[in-house]
């Protein structure tokens, strides 16, 4: 394995899994963030259902971020509890 940076696209949807655990509260920050700054107003975190270890970290981490204005489970067809989707505060740079 490297310590290369890799490339995630910003789109609306996130899915952990292919990360470490010990990977998943940084990588979900930094793509939060960049969300955030592309004008993304929601966005869905794929996390798993598991035991909701998981589920618990990225809901810590979603409360400490100042841009984040909501979350909640994604409905069935979303993920249901295995998924996160997360409501953006506006990005004022982007709108016109």
């Known amino acids: 394995m490297s310590d290369q940076p890799v490339a995630i696209p910003i789109t609306d949807t996130l899915d952990l899994h292919p990360f470490q655990p010990s990977e998943v509260k940084?990588?979900?920050?930094e793509y939060l963030s960049e969300a955030h700054a592309r004008g993304l107003r929601q966005v869905r975190?794929?996390?798993?259902?598991?035991?909701?270890?998981?589920?618990?970290?990225?809901?810590?981490?979603l409360e400490t971020?100042?841009?984040v204005e909501a979350y909640h489970d994604a409905d069935g067809s979303g993920g249901g509890w295995g998924s996160t989707v997360v409501l953006l505060a506006?990005?004022?740079l982007n709108q016109e």
């Open 90 to 92: 506006s990005n004022s």
């Open 65 to 67: 971020l100042d841009f």
């Open 26 to 29: 940084d990588v979900a920050r």
């Open 45 to 61: 975190l794929i996390h798993g259902r598991g035991i909701g270890v998981q589920r618990e970290r990225i809901r810590a981490l």
